[in-house]
């Protein structure tokens, strides 16, 4: 069965620092998709990045980036220059099948502290 | 802007008093979705529609049942919430059969309190 895991329940870092929350996952299928999604307080989940088990380089979105390491089954994603506005809950995910399901890691809760 | 919108944003309904909640979507997608997030935990799927096609997840309690009309709307229908079923209700959206990232687009979704 597939699974993600996201051990950290808590993550602090000061502003303009770089971060890292870290995700590994579980799956038999070749073909698999990561996603990172940060949900602000008010709730709505806003897609920040994806990566794709043939992609070859490491996904890149602005200040996010995305550490993929295919062997160890994990992909942890960093955040560069935190800004105040970055303090959320941090999802993974992984494309579980057909009609795109997501399944959901526990979620890291990131502060960024002035 | 195209986009997925929830009604209400906020919801209170009494212990067993049948409740609805609405999703609508202008992206044309047709995939919906409904979860359930209680506090500090992880969105779990309830069920999803592809267009008319109903699929239920295996461990989405009775209670809970779904209608989509049209493609651009979709509802959640609590029949008896219990205290338990309070929780954030999310409504997303995808279209698998487009090229890209296929992600799903989430709504703001509808916190709801059983009192």
């Known amino acids: 069965a597939q699974k993600i895991t996201q051990t950290q329940p808590g993550m602090f870092v000061q502003e303009k620092e770089a971060v890292t929350l870290d995700c590994t996952y579980d799956?038999?299928?070749?073909?698999?998709?990561l996603f990172w999604y940060k949900q602000p307080s008010s709730g709505e989940m806003i897609f920040l990045i994806y990566?794709?088990?043939?992609?070859?380089q490491n996904a890149t979105e602005g200040r996010y980036s995305l550490n993929f390491q295919k062997a160890r089954k994990s992909a942890n994603l960093v955040i560069s220059a935190s800004q105040l506005g970055d303090s959320a809950m941090y999802f993974c995910?992984?494309?579980?099948?057909?009609?795109?399901?997501?399944?959901f890691g526990a979620g890291t809760r990131l502060a960024v502290h002035p | 802007d195209a986009m997925v919108i929830q009604n209400p944003r906020y919801q209170v309904t009494q212990f067993g008093k049948p409740v609805t909640l609405s999703c609508s979507q202008t992206?044309?997608?047709?995939?919906m979705y409904w979860y359930q997030q209680k506090s500090s935990q992880a969105p779990k799927l309830l069920f999803h529609?592809?267009?008319?096609?109903?699929?239920n997840e295996a461990d989405t309690p009775d209670n809970f049942q779904s209608r989509r009309p049209n493609t651009s709307f979709c509802f959640l229908d609590i029949r008896s919430p219990g205290l338990g079923d309070a929780a954030m209700y999310l409504c997303?959206?995808?279209?698998?059969?487009?090229?890209?990232?296929?992600?799903?687009?989430f709504g703001p979704g509808t916190r709801l309190t059983v009192l």
């Open positions: 529609y592809y267009d008319k096609d109903f699929n």
């Open positions: 995910a992984m494309r579980e099948g057909g009609y795109n399901k997501l399944i």
């Open positions: 992206l044309n997608h047709n995939v």
């Open positions: 997303a959206t995808s279209n698998p059969g487009l090229a890209g990232y296929n992600e799903q687009f």
């Open positions: 799956t038999s299928d070749p073909s698999y998709g």
């Open positions: 990566q794709g088990s043939y992609d070859q």
